[in-house]
């Protein structure tokens, strides 16, 4: 994703405060492939019950689990060893007992689903009322090369400033998208606070954002909007999203050039990608 606001690069720096944190571990054991839900309880990975903050809510874990429940129905299979080591779990514990100011964590998981994604990666970071993150990124297998991948941003600030993106987005750019998008128009239309218009001043270049992108800035009504339009919209995004690339089919076509120019496009701009 793109996302050139003060509150992206705030999120930014402090993912990169998060990646050197110490995780709890000493060494990373060898863990065998596990299908997505098995290790859903697992301390190590966002999945989290509580806040490190107990009077703030994890806003955004029920996108990860309802992202978790579609994997597990199309067969994927977990891939710990493939989490980035700057994005797995780091812990910055809380001052005392009673003041969770400054506590916050990260922790990524990575599946694939053999024949159709080559890599699924989603990263939490909970840093209290402060801020809430949830993003996430699909990359279909290199034989489907007109197949979109989907970037998830959601973001939270403080009680009142909420960024959300979901999108399927064209690895070769908008201007070159082949594959059928009637199914995410038709949520796009049934969400009008998903609507909204991506300002140039916030974004340098959206030569990768699709038409059908789910965009929201809210303020005030913001906590509503997320769990009442948002998580809906979120879930049959990704469902459909999931049929799209399914019908966009295999190829001769190697997409891992398209792939490529997205990533170095997005790695300046996103610290959580790839």
Request: proline share 7%.
């Amino acid at each position: 994703m793109v996302c050139r606001t003060l509150h992206s690069l705030l999120a930014a720096a402090v993912l990169q405060q998060a990646s050197s944190w110490t995780p709890p571990m000493r060494k990373r054991t060898q863990i065998a492939p596990r299908h997505a839900l098995t290790v859903e309880q697992d301390a190590r990975w966002p999945g989290w019950q509580e806040s490190v903050d107990p009077a703030a809510k994890l806003l955004y874990m029920p996108f990860l689990e309802t992202q978790l429940q579609i994997l597990d129905k199309i067969g994927a299979v977990e891939r710990p060893d493939a989490v980035r080591p700057d994005l797995r779990l780091g812990v910055k514990p809380r001052r005392s007992d009673d003041d969770a100011k400054g506590a916050a964590r990260v922790g990524s998981r990575v599946f694939e689903v053999p024949g159709t994604f080559r890599r699924v990666r989603m990263t939490y970071f909970d840093g209290g009322q402060a801020l809430q993150v949830f993003n996430s990124l699909w990359y279909p297998t290199f034989d489907r090369p007109d197949a979109p991948l989907l970037g998830v941003d959601l973001l939270r600030f403080g009680p009142k400033k909420f960024l959300c993106i979901v999108d399927a987005q064209p690895p070769q750019g908008r201007a070159h998208a082949t594959h059928d998008t009637s199914l995410l128009d038709a949520i796009k239309r049934k969400y009008p606070a998903l609507e909204g218009e991506v300002s140039s001043r916030y974004y340098d270049d959206n030569r990768f954002f699709s038409k059908q992108m789910l965009y929201g800035r809210f303020a005030d009504d913001g906590e509503k909007l997320v769990e009442e339009a948002l998580l809906p919209a979120f879930g049959a995004y990704v469902e459909a999203y999931v049929d799209v690339v399914a019908r966009c089919g295999t190829s001769g076509k190697d997409a891992r050039p398209f792939h490529a120019d997205y990533d170095a496009f997005n790695a300046e701009r996103d610290p959580a990608h790839e």
